[in-house]
Protein backbone atom coordinates (compact mmCIF):
# COMPACT_ATOMS: atom_id res chain seq x y z
CA UNK A 1 0.00 0.00 0.00
CA UNK A 2 3.15 2.49 1.22
CA UNK A 3 4.83 1.77 -2.34
CA UNK A 4 1.75 2.82 -4.59
CA UNK A 5 1.14 6.07 -2.66
CA UNK A 6 5.09 6.23 -3.49
CA UNK A 7 4.58 5.37 -6.92
CA UNK A 8 1.67 7.91 -7.72
CA UNK A 9 3.69 10.33 -6.02
CA UNK A 10 6.44 9.80 -8.54
CA UNK A 11 3.91 9.85 -11.10
CA UNK A 12 2.56 12.75 -10.36
CA UNK A 13 5.77 14.63 -9.91
CA UNK A 14 7.58 13.77 -13.33
CA UNK A 15 5.46 14.62 -16.21
CA UNK A 16 8.01 13.00 -18.70
CA UNK A 17 6.85 9.46 -17.29
CA UNK A 18 3.59 10.17 -18.40
CA UNK A 19 4.38 10.38 -22.15
CA UNK A 20 2.42 8.40 -24.51
CA UNK A 21 4.22 4.99 -25.47
CA UNK A 22 5.18 6.82 -29.15
CA UNK A 23 7.07 9.16 -27.75
CA UNK A 24 9.55 6.81 -25.60
CA UNK A 25 13.39 6.57 -26.56
CA UNK A 26 12.81 3.12 -27.37
CA UNK A 27 9.25 1.69 -28.71
CA UNK A 28 9.01 -2.13 -29.31
CA UNK A 29 8.75 -2.40 -32.85
CA UNK A 30 5.71 -5.30 -34.44
CA UNK A 31 5.27 -7.24 -37.19
CA UNK A 32 8.89 -6.92 -38.45
CA UNK A 33 10.67 -10.49 -39.20
CA UNK A 34 13.38 -11.78 -36.77
CA UNK A 35 17.17 -12.21 -38.19
CA UNK A 36 19.27 -14.68 -37.18
CA UNK A 37 21.11 -11.96 -35.07
CA UNK A 38 17.48 -11.78 -33.11
CA UNK A 39 16.88 -15.37 -32.67
CA UNK A 40 20.44 -15.34 -31.35
CA UNK A 41 19.36 -12.41 -28.55
CA UNK A 42 16.45 -14.41 -27.54
CA UNK A 43 18.15 -17.62 -27.16
CA UNK A 44 14.69 -19.55 -26.36
CA UNK A 45 14.71 -22.47 -28.95
CA UNK A 46 15.65 -26.11 -27.07
CA UNK A 47 15.37 -29.08 -29.26
CA UNK A 48 15.89 -32.88 -27.84
CA UNK A 49 15.62 -35.61 -30.61
CA UNK A 50 16.34 -38.16 -28.23
CA UNK A 51 13.42 -37.95 -25.65
CA UNK A 52 10.35 -39.28 -26.86
CA UNK A 53 6.93 -38.04 -26.79
CA UNK A 54 5.07 -40.64 -25.39
CA UNK A 55 7.17 -42.24 -23.04
CA UNK A 56 4.34 -45.43 -22.40
CA UNK A 57 3.59 -45.61 -25.92
CA UNK A 58 4.44 -49.35 -27.14
CA UNK A 59 6.95 -49.32 -30.08
CA UNK A 60 9.14 -52.28 -32.15
CA UNK A 61 12.21 -51.49 -32.21
CA UNK A 62 13.36 -54.41 -34.55
CA UNK A 63 11.60 -58.16 -35.10
CA UNK A 64 13.29 -61.39 -36.33
CA UNK A 65 12.23 -65.25 -37.23
CA UNK A 66 12.39 -65.64 -33.66
CA UNK A 67 10.35 -62.59 -32.26
CA UNK A 68 10.23 -58.99 -31.64
CA UNK A 69 12.26 -56.28 -29.81
CA UNK A 70 9.12 -53.92 -27.89
CA UNK A 71 10.63 -51.45 -25.68
CA UNK A 72 13.96 -53.03 -25.19
CA UNK A 73 12.22 -55.90 -24.42
CA UNK A 74 12.74 -59.20 -26.09
CA UNK A 75 9.55 -61.26 -26.76
CA UNK A 76 9.72 -64.63 -28.57
CA UNK A 77 6.94 -66.04 -31.04
CA UNK A 78 4.06 -64.41 -31.82
CA UNK A 79 2.73 -61.60 -29.71
CA UNK A 80 -0.40 -59.29 -28.91
CA UNK A 81 0.79 -55.75 -28.58
CA UNK A 82 -1.91 -53.24 -26.28
CA UNK A 83 -1.14 -49.95 -25.27
CA UNK A 84 0.64 -50.90 -21.72
CA UNK A 85 1.49 -54.80 -22.28
CA UNK A 86 2.41 -57.13 -24.15
CA UNK A 87 1.12 -60.32 -24.05
CA UNK A 88 2.34 -64.03 -26.03
CA UNK A 89 -0.48 -64.99 -28.04
CA UNK A 90 -1.07 -68.67 -28.85
CA UNK A 91 -1.50 -68.58 -32.54
CA UNK A 92 0.84 -70.49 -35.32
CA UNK A 93 -0.26 -69.11 -38.50
CA UNK A 94 -2.67 -67.20 -40.12
CA UNK A 95 -5.29 -69.79 -40.15
CA UNK A 96 -5.10 -70.19 -36.25
CA UNK A 97 -6.80 -66.98 -35.97
CA UNK A 98 -10.20 -67.10 -34.60
CA UNK A 99 -12.74 -64.63 -32.93
CA UNK A 100 -11.66 -66.26 -29.61
CA UNK A 101 -7.75 -65.37 -30.38
CA UNK A 102 -9.01 -61.33 -31.45
CA UNK A 103 -11.37 -61.31 -28.00
CA UNK A 104 -8.49 -59.68 -25.89
CA UNK A 105 -8.48 -56.92 -27.48
CA UNK A 106 -12.29 -55.51 -27.50
CA UNK A 107 -12.20 -56.05 -23.34
CA UNK A 108 -9.77 -53.34 -22.68
CA UNK A 109 -10.74 -49.81 -21.75
CA UNK A 110 -9.95 -47.60 -22.99
CA UNK A 111 -11.22 -48.95 -26.09
CA UNK A 112 -8.74 -49.98 -28.67
CA UNK A 113 -9.65 -48.16 -32.35
CA UNK A 114 -7.38 -50.10 -34.65
CA UNK A 115 -5.49 -53.47 -34.52
CA UNK A 116 -3.09 -54.05 -37.18
CA UNK A 117 -2.73 -57.94 -37.65
CA UNK A 118 1.05 -59.03 -39.11
CA UNK A 119 0.62 -62.77 -41.01
CA UNK A 120 4.27 -63.47 -41.34
CA UNK A 121 6.39 -62.90 -44.49
CA UNK A 122 3.47 -62.43 -46.85
CA UNK A 123 0.12 -60.49 -46.35
CA UNK A 124 -2.67 -63.56 -45.73
CA UNK A 125 -6.63 -63.14 -45.99
CA UNK A 126 -8.48 -63.58 -42.49
CA UNK A 127 -11.38 -65.34 -41.69
CA UNK A 128 -14.26 -63.42 -43.08
CA UNK A 129 -16.48 -63.93 -40.04
CA UNK A 130 -13.25 -63.22 -37.51
CA UNK A 131 -13.30 -59.54 -39.70
CA UNK A 132 -17.02 -58.92 -39.45
CA UNK A 133 -16.83 -59.72 -35.54
CA UNK A 134 -14.33 -57.07 -35.51
CA UNK A 135 -16.11 -54.54 -37.39
CA UNK A 136 -19.77 -55.54 -35.22
CA UNK A 137 -17.35 -53.99 -32.01
CA UNK A 138 -16.01 -51.17 -33.60
CA UNK A 139 -12.48 -51.97 -34.19
CA UNK A 140 -10.98 -51.46 -37.49
CA UNK A 141 -8.40 -54.43 -38.66
CA UNK A 142 -5.81 -53.60 -40.62
CA UNK A 143 -4.16 -57.29 -42.34
CA UNK A 144 -0.17 -57.03 -43.61
CA UNK A 145 2.56 -58.41 -44.03
CA UNK A 146 4.62 -58.73 -40.50
CA UNK A 147 7.43 -55.83 -41.60
CA UNK A 148 4.74 -53.52 -42.59
CA UNK A 149 2.52 -54.13 -39.86
CA UNK A 150 5.28 -53.28 -37.50
CA UNK A 151 6.01 -50.07 -39.29
CA UNK A 152 2.09 -49.63 -39.18
CA UNK A 153 1.77 -50.13 -35.26
CA UNK A 154 4.79 -47.52 -34.70
CA UNK A 155 3.36 -45.17 -36.95
CA UNK A 156 -0.43 -45.05 -35.50
CA UNK A 157 0.95 -44.86 -31.98
CA UNK A 158 3.08 -42.10 -32.89
CA UNK A 159 0.03 -40.42 -33.75
CA UNK A 160 -1.19 -41.14 -30.17
CA UNK A 161 -3.90 -43.42 -31.37
CA UNK A 162 -4.71 -45.81 -28.90
CA UNK A 163 -4.02 -48.93 -31.26
CA UNK A 164 -3.37 -53.17 -30.95
CA UNK A 165 -1.16 -55.27 -32.85
CA UNK A 166 -1.21 -59.04 -33.20
CA UNK A 167 1.96 -60.15 -34.93
CA UNK A 168 3.31 -63.61 -36.12
CA UNK A 169 7.27 -63.26 -36.56
CA UNK A 170 8.27 -63.34 -40.02
CA UNK A 171 10.01 -67.22 -41.04
CA UNK A 172 12.68 -67.86 -42.67
CA UNK A 173 15.55 -64.47 -43.00
CA UNK A 174 13.75 -61.35 -43.16
CA UNK A 175 14.94 -59.36 -39.87
CA UNK A 176 14.95 -55.74 -39.03
CA UNK A 177 18.12 -54.98 -36.91
CA UNK A 178 18.12 -52.38 -34.49
CA UNK A 179 19.03 -48.77 -34.71
CA UNK A 180 21.71 -49.16 -32.20
CA UNK A 181 23.65 -52.24 -33.69
CA UNK A 182 23.19 -50.55 -37.13
CA UNK A 183 25.47 -47.28 -35.57
CA UNK A 184 28.15 -49.30 -34.08
Given at each position: ??????????????PELRRPPAELLWAPRRGHRLTPADDELYQRTRISLLQREAPHAMYIDSYSS??????????????????RSVLQWNVGSHQDITEESF????????RIEIVVVGTGDRTERLQPQV????RQRGIAVEVQDTPNACATFNFLCHEGRVTGAAL???PGGAALTPLSQTVE
Open positions: MAAAFVLRRLYRARRGFMVNGNRVFGPCALLPSLFWMLEPLRAMIPP
